[in-house]
């Protein structure tokens, strides 16, 4: 597997112990140890994959994160000593896409990146030209061939975590969706505890595509059950 990855950690052994395992995978490695040089890589690189600290000098890594999303929809990964659930839906609210703790197994870390990146390749440009089929609930367009989403003609700027979710419940509108099934098929694994996940991501695309959040009129939550797409929204 190839592509470009960005770890950032201010623990320089850790960084350097992180590139050489995904250098043995094939992966080029950019390497920052503060949020303010890795947010002036990310801007100028051409990434797939950031792989982030919290605690760092200079900006920290959810402001980093903050900032990075401004601009860019390639994944993001937070790597934290910090292993409660409210760090880890902090994180997730924050852009990211996935939470890994501290210490981890290196093994997971590389089955995470090999997951993000190819989820990210797959969805391709989501910002790419609009093609011919398309679903239209609403306010909401939908292009099926470039995954990109629209709402009132404006563009819908999604991340590929975001993409792929979205994916899922408008290609079959009406059909509920309980989380642990988002969670397995997203990420490609077994669902453990993935309500909060899956809860944090399911608010940001609200946040994108609703006029009011709190009230949605596309995506519903179906309580005790899971999640869905309306099929007509007003």
Not at 97 to 121: C, G, H, W
Not at 125 to 153: M, N, P, Q, V
């Given at each position: 597997m190839s592509g470009n990855i960005l770890v950032v950690d201010d623990d320089k052994e850790i960084v350097q112990a992180i590139a050489i395992n995904l250098e043995q995978e094939g992966f080029r490695v950019f390497k920052a140890y503060d949020g303010l040089e890795a947010l002036e890589i990310a801007m100028s690189q051409d990434l797939q994959l950031i792989i982030i600290d919290v605690m760092m000098p200079k900006l920290d890594g959810l402001s980093a994160v903050l900032k990075i999303r401004e601009r860019k929809n390639f994944p993001i990964m937070i790597l934290s000593a910090k292993s409660e659930d409210t760090d880890k839906v902090l994180g997730l609210s924050m852009?990211?896409?996935?939470?890994?703790?501290?210490?981890?197994?290196?093994?997971?870390?590389?089955?995470?990146?090999?997951?993000?990146?190819?989820?990210?390749t797959t969805l391709g440009d989501i910002h790419a030209k609009?093609?011919?089929?398309?679903?239209?609930?609403?306010?909401?367009?939908?292009?099926?061939?470039?995954?990109?989403?629209?709402?009132?003609g404006e563009p819908v700027h999604l991340t590929a975590t975001e993409s792929k979710i979205f994916d899922l419940l408008i290609r079959n509108a009406g059909r509920i969706f309980p989380?642990?099934?988002?969670?397995?098929?997203?990420?490609?694994?077994?669902?453990?505890?993935?309500?909060?996940t899956v809860?944090?991501?399911?608010?940001?695309?609200?946040e994108k595509i609703e006029l009011n959040p709190k009230e949605p009129e596309y995506?519903?939550?179906?309580?005790g059950i899971g999640y869905k797409?309306?099929?007509h929204g007003r």
């Amino acid at each position: 597997m190839s592509g470009n990855i960005l770890v950032v950690d201010d623990d320089k052994e850790i960084v350097q112990a992180i590139a050489i395992n995904l250098e043995q995978e094939g992966f080029r490695v950019f390497k920052a140890y503060d949020g303010l040089e890795a947010l002036e890589i990310a801007m100028s690189q051409d990434l797939q994959l950031i792989i982030i600290d919290v605690m760092m000098p200079k900006l920290d890594g959810l402001s980093a994160v903050l900032k990075i999303r401004e601009r860019k929809n390639f994944p993001i990964m937070i790597l934290s000593a910090k292993s409660e659930d409210t760090d880890k839906v902090l994180g997730l609210s924050m852009g990211a896409d996935d939470y890994l703790t501290k210490p981890f197994n290196s093994m997971e870390l590389i089955a995470r990146v090999k997951s993000q990146v190819r989820r990210y390749t797959t969805l391709g440009d989501i910002h790419a030209k609009t093609g011919g089929k398309t679903i239209e609930i609403g306010r909401l367009c939908y292009d099926l061939e470039t995954r990109s989403l629209f709402a009132d003609g404006e563009p819908v700027h999604l991340t590929a975590t975001e993409s792929k979710i979205f994916d899922l419940l408008i290609r079959n509108a009406g059909r509920i969706f309980p989380a642990e099934e988002i969670y397995e098929r997203v990420w490609n694994e077994p669902a453990f505890s993935a309500e909060n996940t899956v809860m944090v991501h399911i608010r940001r695309i609200r946040e994108k595509i609703e006029l009011n959040p709190k009230e949605p009129e596309y995506l519903k939550v179906v309580w005790g059950i899971g999640y869905k797409i309306e099929k007509h929204g007003r």
